[in-house]
C-alpha cells in the first residue's frame, strides 16, 4: 500500500527556517514524480516544488525560488523540503504528494511572530 507521510510543520518567526519530510513507501522515489503543495486558509492548493522520477529535474513556484530547496534521499524513501527566510505568507498546510494522485496528510506550517 503506497503511504506518504509528513512531518516537521510547525511554528516558526518570520526569518526562520524549517526542514520538511516525507516518509513514503510501497514505491520507490524514482518510481513517480514527487513534490510538495501547499494550502492556505482560504485559498487553492498550489505546487511548491516538485522533483522528477529520475531526479534530473525541479520545479519550484515563483514564491519560493532562492528560499526553498527539495531533495530526496533514495536509501530511506524521503523526500525533503529545506524552507528558509520563511515569510508569514508561507503559512499554510504543506502536502505531500506523488504522480499527482496520492497526497499525505499535511502538515502545518506557521510562520508568525
Known amino acids: 500500500q503506497l503511504q506518504l507521510v509528513e512531518s516537521g510543520g510547525g511554528l516558526v518567526q518570520p526569518g526562520g527556517s524549517l526542514r520538511l519530510s516525507c516518509a513514503t513507501s510501497?514505491?520507490?522515489?524514482?518510481?513517480?514524480?514527487i513534490g510538495w503543495f501547499r494550502q492556505a486558509p482560504g485559498k487553492e492548493r498550489e505546487g511548491v516544488s516538485c522533483?522528477?522520477?529520475?531526479?534530473?529535474?525541479?520545479y519550484y513556484a515563483d514564491s519560493v525560488k532562492g528560499r526553498f530547496t527539495i531533495s530526496r534521499d533514495n536509501a530511506k524513501n524521503t523526500l525533503y523540503l529545506q524552507m528558509n527566510s520563511l515569510e508569514p505568507e508561507d503559512t499554510a498546510v504543506y502536502y505531500c504528494?506523488?504522480?499527482?494522485?496520492?497526497w499525505g496528510q499535511g502538515t502545518q506550517v506557521t510562520v508568525s511572530s
Open positions: 504528494n506523488a504522480d499527482r494522485q496520492y
Open positions: 510501497g514505491f520507490t522515489l524514482d518510481d513517480y514524480d
Open positions: 522533483i522528477s522520477a529520475s531526479g534530473g529535474s525541479t
